[in-house]
């Protein structure tokens, strides 16, 4: 049995709370296309702070030499991931190639078209049920279709507002939920079919799958 250890950087607290289990259902589901079985372990995440992002991946990728893979995160902050990739993505994946010893260079990027809380409304029926209402989508000012998740400018912000809504019909007494509740349950109940839908996370699991393939862990 082959073993696959993951890291992870995140810019983020939340984003460290969300993207762990995305990270290893997502590889969790891409072993069953391996050759052989592969035990996934529990993706570590790496702390870094330095002043760049590029100098954030290279020490991670030094930091954790023993890795089969290591995930960075970046959020797009944009309608496009354009930037992430030309000014943060790509110099990073170019930096850790040049280090002489050793170090992970078997990079995989994540970039979540605006911010990391996109994918946490791909699930809008899930959502609701996490944040115990029966308002309707729209009565909750969310996204109806897959395509309009990636164009919004804060996805975080509709989140909130969504709560806001959802609670306005319950007593002052009733404990309110707080956004940063909901980073660890949606990930864990998300099914990746449903992330599927958007962009990015397809691009994340592209890129996943070629990491495999460089370990000779999955076929061409």
């Given at each position: 049995m082959n073993i696959l250890t993951v890291g992870y950087t995140t810019e983020g607290e939340t984003d460290k709370r969300f993207l762990g289990n995305i990270i290893r259902k997502t590889f969790e589901e891409l072993a069953f296309s391996c050759t052989g079985q592969i035990e996934v372990y529990e993706p570590q995440h790496v702390f870094i702070q330095e002043t760049t992002f590029i100098d954030n991946v290279v020490e991670a990728s030094k930091k954790i030499p023993w890795a089969n893979v290591l995930c960075i995160h970046t959020d797009s902050d944009n309608r496009t991931d354009d930037n992430a990739f030309n000014f943060k993505i790509n110099p990073s994946l170019n930096?850790?190639?040049?280090?002489?010893?050793?170090?992970?260079?078997?990079?995989?990027?994540?970039?979540?078209?605006?911010?990391?809380?996109?994918?946490?409304?791909?699930?809008?029926?899930?959502?609701?049920?996490?944040?115990?209402?029966?308002?309707?989508?729209?009565?909750?000012?969310?996204?109806?279709?897959?395509?309009?998740?990636?164009?919004?400018?804060?996805?975080?912000?509709?989140?909130?507002?969504?709560?806001?809504?959802?609670?306005?019909?319950?007593?002052?007494?009733?404990?309110?939920?707080?956004?940063?509740?909901?980073?660890?349950?949606?990930?864990?109940?998300?099914?990746?079919?449903?992330?599927?839908?958007?962009?990015s996370y397809i691009k994340f699991k592209t890129s996943a799958r070629q990491a495999l393939r460089f370990l000779n862990y999955m076929p061409e």
């Open positions: 930096a850790v190639n040049s280090i002489v010893g050793r170090a992970c260079k078997n990079l995989v990027p994540i970039v979540p078209i605006q911010m990391t809380e996109a994918w946490m409304l791909a699930d809008i029926d899930l959502l609701r049920e996490i944040i115990y209402t029966s308002k309707s989508i729209e009565e909750l000012q969310l996204p109806n279709h897959y395509r309009q998740i990636e164009q919004l400018n804060n996805p975080k912000q509709t989140i909130k507002n969504a709560l806001t809504i959802a609670f306005s019909e319950f007593s002052r007494r009733r404990k309110k939920i707080d956004i940063s509740e909901l980073y660890v349950p949606i990930s864990q109940r998300i099914d990746l079919n449903i992330l599927n839908n958007l962009s």
